[in-house]
């Protein structure tokens, strides 16, 4: 298996919505944003897969080194082989890759989070790099663009968040700050017991219109000479909102199921955005 076939399964086995973004790049930028999602897998995979932290942590260890080795030429996992030609093309320095890694890492350290404060620095490692990168590969002018894929990225974050509550309670982790737990008079014990409340869905209306918030200053920040260029991003803020939107009319009833879109509408409203131009 080639390092490009390599990339392309980790991501089309992912099922993640960022897939129907990809499928309407022409074929270099859609080359490169499909190693780079790989690499965000990768990484990602070991922190959610690997049940010994220590082992985990070595993991990732590796891969810094790795992606030090990748950019001083000597790639050898075949993420980096399939990444590293496209690299410089696309302005993906190994500074990006690295915050991504040290985000994961932050999984390892604490389960809590304090305030929003200390949220937004999480998201913005695992999210707002990650979309100022995916910003840089699907095409930018301008400077502010930046800025947009970033705020962006942490919009998706926070709906991930919301849609994993559930889930990250069954690994012990709760990433709803400490702060607005008690501000709600939510219990972490509730959460982790999956014990649903008029608090809890209070709490989670107010995490809803954050998201929602962030999705609107994103876009507003979004320079229309960037706009074409930056589909695949409108595709998935259309896709997370229609999520949010979901998970909202199901009354945030997240802590024992995982809401969905189906693939068929994820690919509809991505073809929207392609099609039409609007979310």
Request: proline fraction near 4%; hydrophobic fraction near 45%; aromatic fraction near 10%.
């Amino acid at each position: 298996m080639s390092p490009e076939q390599y990339v392309a399964q980790k991501a089309a086995a992912s099922g993640s919505s960022f897939y129907y973004a990809f499928l309407f790049l022409p074929a270099p930028r859609r080359a490169a944003i499909t190693a780079f999602y790989a690499f965000c897998r990768e990484v990602d995979d070991i922190v959610d897969d690997t049940l010994d932290t220590g082992v985990a942590a070595s993991k990732l260890a590796w891969w810094q080194t790795e992606v030090a080795q990748a950019f001083a030429g000597k790639p050898s996992h075949p993420v980096m082989r399939a990444l590293m030609p496209l690299a410089a093309d696309y302005a993906i320095e190994e500074g990006h890759l690295q915050k991504v890694i040290q985000g994961c890492q932050m999984d390892l350290e604490q389960t809590r989070y304090l305030d929003y404060p200390g949220l937004q620095r999480y998201c913005h490692l695992v999210a707002g790099i990650v979309g100022e990168v995916a910003a840089n590969i699907f095409g930018r002018t301008q400077a502010q663009t930046t800025a947009y894929a970033h705020k962006l990225g942490q919009a998706l974050q926070l709906t991930n968040i919301l849609r994993d509550v559930g889930e990250d309670a069954l690994r012990g982790r709760i990433y709803l700050p400490a702060s607005e737990l008690q501000q709600f008079e939510v219990k972490a014990q509730d959460i982790l017991q999956r014990s649903y409340s008029p608090r809890f869905t209070a709490l989670m209306q107010f995490q809803a219109q954050r998201a929602q918030q962030l999705y609107d200053e994103a876009l507003a920040l979004l320079p229309s000479t960037d706009r074409r260029a930056q589909k695949p991003g409108l595709m998935m803020a259309s896709i997370y909102r229609a999520l949010l939107g979901e998970i909202e009319r199901d009354n945030f009833r997240v802590l024992h199921q995982r809401i969905s879109l189906t693939p068929l509408r994820k690919f509809w409203l991505a073809w929207r955005v392609q099609a039409l131009g609007r979310l």
